[in-house]
């Protein structure tokens, strides 16, 4: 069964870093594919990152030198590390489990979800 739960939202001022948290169980972790997407109000989900179930990452061109992916394989959990954020990062981000492919992330490949954190950043 796929489980995914987020945490580490919360408001920064732009510059500021957060550092959000998926928890998963094995399951899921050695299974599928899981992405970081973001939902911005009047907005659609826009994908941000991935973890291929082999580990390996990748990034959205938008935050590709400012977001990295961390593991815990222990822990069955990734974190995203936002640094150098802007007022264009405000979303409401969903840690979700799926497949990968191709960029840009398509959220119809993902299809189990996470409750979301959100994350404001103030200008």
């Known amino acids: 069964q796929v489980q995914l739960m987020e945490s580490g939202g919360g408001s920064v001022q732009a510059g500021g870093s957060l550092r959000l948290s998926c928890a998963t169980n094995?399951?899921?972790?050695?299974?599928?594919?899981i992405g970081w997407f973001r939902q911005a109000p009047g907005k659609g989900r826009e994908g941000v990152a991935t973890?291929?179930?082999?580990?390996?990452?990748s990034y959205a061109d938008s935050v590709k030198g400012r977001f990295t992916i961390s593991q815990d394989n222990a822990e069955n959990t990734l974190y995203l590390q936002m640094n150098s954020l802007k007022p264009e990062d405000t979303a409401m981000y969903y840690c979700?489990?799926?497949?990968?492919?191709?960029?840009?992330?398509?959220?119809?490949?993902?299809?189990?979800w996470g409750q979301g954190t959100q994350v404001t950043v103030s200008s």
């Open positions: 979700a489990a799926g497949y990968c492919g191709y960029w840009p992330l398509s959220d119809a490949r993902f299809s189990d």
């Open positions: 094995r399951y899921t972790w050695s299974r599928y594919c």
């Open positions: 973890r291929h179930s082999t580990g390996s990452t």
